[in-house]
Nanobody
Framework: QVQLVESGGGLVQPGGSLRLSCAAS????????MGWYRQALGKERELVAT???????DYADSVKGRFTISRDNAKNTVNLQMNSLKPEDTAVYYC???????????????WGQGTQVTVSS
């Protein structure tokens, strides 16, 4: 199976920075797109940023210019550098990866357990 484990969440003041990391492990044959999503209390989960295996990125308008997504294909990791954080960035952040395993060589979505990010003074 495949496991995604996130780390790096926490409490930060407005204007501050946090770096989220996500590591994928298991019987991984290939990973296509990886990304970060978030879900604020009482709201639907939304896309934050995604990155292809080739490094092509996509960002939500609300985070463009403040957040940067990156990945290390050799380590099966994806990171999200979050700068100039605002209270409205408060949410549970989830890592997602499109993974093909050695046994089933088709891509399926896998999700991490989520990490809380709270932006407050």
């Amino acid at each position: 199976q495949v496991q995604l484990v996130e780390s790096g969440g926490g409490l930060v003041q407005p204007g501050g920075s946090l770096r989220l990391s996500c590591a994928a492990s298991g019987s991984i044959f290939s990973i296509n797109r990886m990304g970060w999503y978030r879900q604020a209390l009482g709201k639907e989960r939304e896309l934050v940023a995604t990155i292809s295996s080739g490094g092509s990125t996509d960002y939500a308008d609300s985070v463009k210019g403040r957040f940067t997504i990156s990945r290390d294909n050799a380590k099966n990791t994806v990171n999200l550098q979050m700068n100039s954080l605002k209270p409205e960035d408060t949410a549970v952040y989830y890592c997602k990866a499109e993974v093909a395993t050695y046994s089933i060589r088709q891509f399926y979505d896998y999700w991490g357990q989520g990490t809380q990010v709270t932006v407050s003074s």
